[in-house]
């Protein structure tokens, strides 16, 4: 298959829309990986593209096919007829929902359905997996998203080359995508200190136990919030408030949109760190752009009246140059409560009540009502099982910048 003549087009099209400037370069970045490959007869490669234009960013995706038996090569929005692109649209609505994401589908505009076409591939059971780029019908912060419309339904749309491309799937299977990072395979680093632990961080007024404890000597978890502030973190604000407990908050640029809610987090003693800007992966950016994620993020933790003491990397995807451009202590999590996929309140107190240990860093996402929900019952049940809830620098004692902990060993 010819590689170059999209990766080309896609070049000019991107040098079009973006000018070089000094301030922001813009960027592209472009990969590619096999994602079926049924021996003579389909190939299917998958471009992933990555585009920083300045302020902003995008992950998008493309997948295109190639049939050996007859030289002939296909894009996504080939394999769908396309007057069946608004039903096409409504099934992938149906099944981010299904899948538990809260999508505005009233209407869905001709442009964004289009786009919907970009990255086409299939189960081996038959079922069309439609890849929901960054920012497509879904906010940023939810990222990239796989909706899987059932065979049934996406039959009755499929070209003939569709379904080519599906038996290929059917005869090959689907060829797994790289994992990206992932915290169980970074190494936590060791105890930040073997002295006695300093006296806890200063600051935290309203927050309660957090105070004065030593998480040396106390059985200390934290709870730590990414992406909000979100429409529901007022109330979980309230509900920490009524039972005295800290809690961590990670945060980018929803922080404009609700400054006083984040000077109401500083002020009754919650802990806040930095979760860039507007939550690329890291590791696909070079560290000039990695350092204006993080320095554009903390400027606006700072003009609502707040400061970053920590930064934890989107999707905990970070290298060694992150860690080094971070200027902070690098912060993961050892207890993933998964509470972004389940959206379900029972699971999520469920997730964080079994998985928390003695200096556990739990991670939660309060742009989730389920998740806001969930908290009561899992302070609640922690504090049952002897754990003093801390914010994550009191539970390590001291981090140091540019260190990488998932909890405190
Ligand atoms: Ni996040």
Same mark, same amino acid.
């Given at each position: 298959?010819?590689?170059?003549?999209? %990766?080309?087009?896609?070049?000019?099209?991107?040098?079009?829309?973006?000018?070089?400037?000094?301030?922001?370069?813009?960027?592209?970045?472009?990969?590619?990986?096999?994602?079926?490959?049924?021996?003579?007869?389909?190939?299917?490669?998958?471009?992933?593209?990555?585009?920083?234009?300045?302020?902003?960013?995008?992950?998008?995706?493309?997948?295109?096919?190639?049939? =050996?038996?007859?030289?002939? !090569?296909? =894009?996504?929005?080939?394999?769908?007829?396309?007057?069946? $692109?608004?039903?096409?649209?409504?099934?992938?609505?149906?099944? !981010?929902?299904?899948?538990?994401?809260?999508?505005?589908? %009233?209407?869905?505009?001709?442009?964004?359905?289009?786009?919907? $076409?970009?990255?086409?591939?299939?189960?081996?059971?038959?079922? !069309?997996? +439609? =890849?929901?780029?960054?920012?497509?019908? !879904?906010?940023?912060?939810?990222?990239?998203?796989?909706?899987?419309?059932?065979?049934?339904?996406?039959?009755?749309?499929?070209?003939?080359?569709?379904?080519?491309?599906?038996?290929?799937?059917?005869?090959?299977?689907?060829?797994?995508?790289?994992?990206?990072?992932?915290?169980?395979?970074?190494?936590?680093?060791?105890?930040? /200190?073997?002295?006695?632990?300093?006296?806890?961080?200063?600051?935290?007024?309203?927050?309660?136990?957090?105070?004065?404890?030593?998480?040396?000597?106390?059985?200390?978890?934290?709870?730590?919030?990414?992406?909000?502030?979100?429409?529901?973190? /007022?109330?979980?604000?309230?509900?920490?408030?009524?039972?005295?407990?800290?809690?961590?908050?990670?945060?980018?640029?929803?922080?404009?949109?609700?400054?006083?809610?984040?000077? =109401?987090?500083?002020?009754?003693?919650?802990?806040?760190?930095?979760?860039?800007?507007?939550?690329?992966?890291?590791?696909?950016?070079?560290?000039?752009?990695?350092?204006?994620?993080?320095?554009?993020?903390?400027?606006?933790?700072?003009?609502?009246?707040?400061?970053?003491? $920590?930064?934890?990397?989107?999707?905990?995807?970070?290298?060694?140059?992150?860690?080094?451009?971070?200027?902070?202590?690098?912060?993961?999590?050892?207890?993933?409560?998964?509470?972004?996929?389940?959206?379900?309140?029972?699971?999520?107190?469920?997730?964080?009540?079994?998985?928390?240990?003695?200096?556990?860093?739990?991670?939660?996402?309060?742009?989730?009502?389920?998740?806001?929900?969930?908290?009561?019952?899992?302070?609640?049940?922690?504090?049952?099982?002897?754990?003093?809830? +801390?914010?994550?620098?009191?539970?390590?004692?001291?981090?140091?910048?540019?260190?990488?902990?998932?909890?405190?060993?």
């Amino acid at each position: 298959m010819r590689r170059s003549e999209p %990766t080309s087009t896609r070049e000019e099209g991107f040098l079009a829309d973006y000018a070089p400037n000094d301030v922001a370069p813009p960027e592209l970045h472009a990969g590619w990986s096999t994602v079926v490959d049924a021996p003579g007869a389909v190939i299917g490669v998958r471009s992933e593209v990555y585009e920083f234009a300045g302020a902003s960013g995008a992950a998008s995706s493309e997948t295109l096919y190639a049939d =050996r038996a007859t030289g002939a !090569l296909w =894009r996504g929005r080939d394999l769908v007829t396309p007057e069946d $692109l608004p039903a096409l649209a409504a099934a992938v609505v149906r099944a !981010l929902a299904t899948s538990g994401h809260t999508v505005d589908a %009233t209407d869905v505009p001709d442009a964004v359905r289009t786009r919907l $076409l970009d990255d086409l591939t299939f189960t081996t059971a038959g079922d !069309l997996v +439609v =890849r929901v780029g960054d920012g497509v019908l !879904l906010a940023f912060s939810e990222g990239t998203v796989d909706a899987v419309v059932p065979a049934r339904d996406a039959d009755p749309f499929l070209t003939d080359a569709g379904r080519l491309v599906r038996a290929a799937f059917a005869q090959a299977g689907p060829t797994a995508p790289p994992s990206p990072v992932t915290p169980s395979s970074v190494t936590p680093s060791p105890a930040a /200190s073997a002295e006695p632990a300093a006296p806890a961080a200063s600051g935290s007024a309203g927050a309660g136990e957090g105070g004065s404890v030593d998480c040396a000597q106390e059985k200390c978890v934290a709870l730590t919030f990414d992406d909000g502030p979100g429409r529901d973190t /007022s109330r979980l604000l309230d509900a920490l408030a009524e039972v005295h407990a800290p809690a961590t908050f990670l945060l980018g640029q929803n922080v404009e949109r609700q400054p006083a809610v984040v000077a =109401r987090m500083a002020a009754e003693g919650h802990e806040i760190g930095n979760h860039t800007w507007d939550h690329k992966q890291l590791t696909k950016l070079p560290a000039a752009a990695q350092r204006r994620e993080i320095e554009r993020a903390a400027a606006a933790i700072e003009a609502a009246g707040a400061r970053a003491t $920590l930064f934890r990397p989107p999707y905990g995807s970070r290298t060694a140059t992150t860690d080094a451009v971070a200027g902070l202590p690098v912060v993961l999590w050892d207890v993933d409560t998964l509470d972004g996929k389940t959206r379900d309140t029972e699971a999520t107190v469920a997730a964080a009540l079994s998985g928390a240990k003695r200096g556990s860093i739990v991670l939660l996402h309060d742009i989730h009502a389920p998740t806001v929900a969930a908290v009561p019952r899992i302070v609640a049940g922690l504090r049952e099982r002897g754990f003093t809830l +801390v914010t994550v620098s009191q539970l390590l004692g001291e981090p140091r910048a540019g260190e990488v902990y998932s909890h405190r060993s």
